[in-house]
């Protein structure tokens, strides 16, 4: 098992631009997650999803969107990026409400 | 708002113990325990849950005291490996969407 990865591992974007970020798990997990980790901090839960077809806003969403079409993927889109969101984005995954959560490698967002 | 650990950072010897804190303003449901090295993803640790039970690996130790709404991660005889930076998440409810705290750097020497 690949467990949770994500694409790209790094990106630089300009103000104003959009890209979306890929994470995909292969672990049959019905939770995903996505984070954002700014330096020296903790995780800011963004998004999360309960299985195919159900997202939800997590603590910080604002600036992004989520879908989630199939039980493998969770892209994270940024719509039109700005220096806030520059930090690098996790995606995790846990088999059931409260269990252990599975975490990418992460993606390092810089926006300039 | 998100639970407040203690230390900030801590610096051991190899074989010494250290404890690293978390509170919270909110009664919890539970607890998770997460470790980071430098440029790597999270790697779980344990679960505490409200009444007692824990999951997680067996060479941690943890404990979660609920009316106090703290919890505690000990580190015993540490090793080089266990150098990185603890997290601990909380939750308020059995859903589990997590708050983290800003995280404990500790520095182990030999």
Known sequence: ?112 | QQPVQSPQAVILREGEDAVINCSSSKALYSVHWYRQKHGEAPVFLMILLKGGEQKGHEKISASFNEKKQQSSLYLTASQLSYSGTYFCGTATDSWGKLQFGAGTQVVVTP
């Open chain 1, 1 to 112: 098992n690949a467990g949770v990865t994500q694409t790209p591992k790094f990106r630089i974007l300009k103000i104003g631009q959009s890209m979306t970020l890929q994470c995909t798990q292969d672990m049959n997990h019905n939770y995903m997650y996505w984070y954002r980790q700014d330096p020296g901090m903790g995780l800011k839960l963004i998004y999360y999803s309960v299985g195919a077809g159900i997202t939800d806003k997590g603590e910080v969403p604002n600036g992004y969107n989520v879908s989630r079409s199939t039980t493998e993927d969770f892209p994270l889109r940024l719509e039109l990026a700005a220096p806030s969101q520059t930090s690098v984005y996790f995606c995790a995954s846990s088999w059931n409400r409260g269990n252990e959560q599975y975490f990418g490698p992460g993606t390092r967002l810089t926006v300039t």
